[in-house]
């Protein structure tokens, strides 16, 4: 009997995970296995910042993990909501889809959600408590409100307010977004092409308050620069301070832990986008895709996730930077939102959708644009 236990112990340590999803027989992971080893391939994308290399270790991860043998398909070329229209368009044109397994946030996710685009997962609790049992502790982030079921979240993008303290000291930036129309900040930060971020303000105020609010920036007439341009402007001292995603900072600071660049928080609220991985409806090879958007919510996956794309999973919170990014939302006693953290937030967003949603839309980005 102990000679039995030890070798099931070397077998586990061996093989890790795959052992023990292997041995639930007929269950629904050992079923789901098997049907994704008779498809021949996946397409799927990936996030562009994963590169080539970092992509190909994270798919052969998940072969490995599966004892899969196929060709994996991956685009690395980001445009992520282009190709999310593109499966809109697709399904609506019902033309087979030209992905099995997509990632993208929030905006497109729901979208194409409510297309009929995105195939649900039967018995996703099960299945994922069996592939994924650190992401099932907290289903509630790795699947959450509004996607349970179609949507597996492998990361967040958090954002930050970025600044030069060659330019600017931490004490003397705004303390929270009201802040940001302060005349005294004319000519010291950007503001993106996009109001992606801008609309979140909606989790933490009033519509109309809030509207106010964006119009104070847009009448101090900032440039409008893509966050890559605006942090290269800013660690050159052109810039103070700008609103964007953490990997910015730990790139440049992985290159130069000396770089003129640190971050903190608006003290009002902190937005996260969780960025998840959906399976499309009608896909050529449906059940390693399934495999694949649970297997992307892991400790392993985020492990590789972090290693190139260098983005956190704060559901999970036991990568290295994601234990970072925790830890000075800790030390400013920040806590994100999201517009999955509840029913209320996610119906704050779906009010976008309505008619009265859009034009608050483009009122938004015209306040943001023109101050207006």
């Known amino acids: 009997m102990k000679a039995k236990i030890l070798a099931v112990l070397f ?120 592939v994924s049992p650190e992401a099932y502790k907290v289903k509630e982030k790795a699947s959450p409100v509004g996607v349970a079921g179609y949507g597996f979240v492998w990361a967040n993008r958090v954002t930050v307010l970025m600044y030069n303290p060659k330019a600017i000291p931490q004490q003397e930036l705004p303390k929270t977004w009201k802040d940001l129309g302060n005349p005294k900040y004319r000519g010291a930060f950007t503001i993106p092409p996009w109001t992606t971020i801008t609309l979140m303000g909606l989790l933490n105020y009033d519509k109309d308050e809030w509207l106010e609010v964006v119009r104070s920036w847009g009448k101090l007439k900032p440039q409008v620069l893509h966050y890559a341009a605006a942090v290269e402007r800013m660690m050159i001292g052109d810039l103070k301070f700008l609103e964007t995603n953490t990997h910015y900072y730990f790139n440049h600071k992985a290159k130069d832990p ?9 003290s009002d609220f902190t937005p996260t986008r969780e960025v998840a991985y959906v399976v499309r409806k009608g896909a050529k090879h449906p059940n390693a895709a399934k495999l694949f958007a649970l297997w992307a919510t892991t400790e392993e996956a985020n492990r590789i996730f972090e290693k190139y794309s260098v983005i956190e999973n704060l559901s999970l919170g036991t990568g290295p930077v994601t234990r970072k990014t925790l830890e000075k939302l800790r030390q400013a006693n920040v806590k994100p939102v999201s517009w999955f953290d509840n029913q209320q937030s996610l119906e704050k967003f779906l009010w976008l959708g309505t008619e009265e949603g859009r034009k608050y839309s483009q009122a938004i980005a015209r306040a943001q644009r023109e101050g207006k």
């Not at 586990?12 to 007929?26: C, I, K, P, R, S």
């Not at 000396?258 to 608006?266: G, Q, V």
């Open 11 to 130: 077998a586990v340590a061996a093989f890790g995970n795959t052992a023990v999803a292997l041995a639930q027989g007929d269950g629904p992971l050992a079923r789901l296995i098997e049907a994704a080893r008779r498809e021949d391939q996946l397409d799927l994308t990936i996030t562009s910042s994963q590169g080539e290399k970092g992509g190909k270790e994270l798919t052969d991860a998940f072969k490995k993990r599966f004892g899969l043998n196929f060709t994996v398909n991956a685009d690395l070329s980001g445009q992520e909501s282009q190709k999310f229209n593109q499966a809109v368009a697709e399904t609506k044109s019902g033309i087979p889809p030209t992905f099995d397994v997509m990632q993208g946030e929030p905006p497109v996710v729901l979208d194409l959600i409510q297309a009929g685009g995105i195939e649900r997962i039967e018995n996703w609790e099960a299945l994922l408590q069996t």
């Open 258 to 266: 000396s770089a003129p660049i640190e971050m903190s928080f608006f």
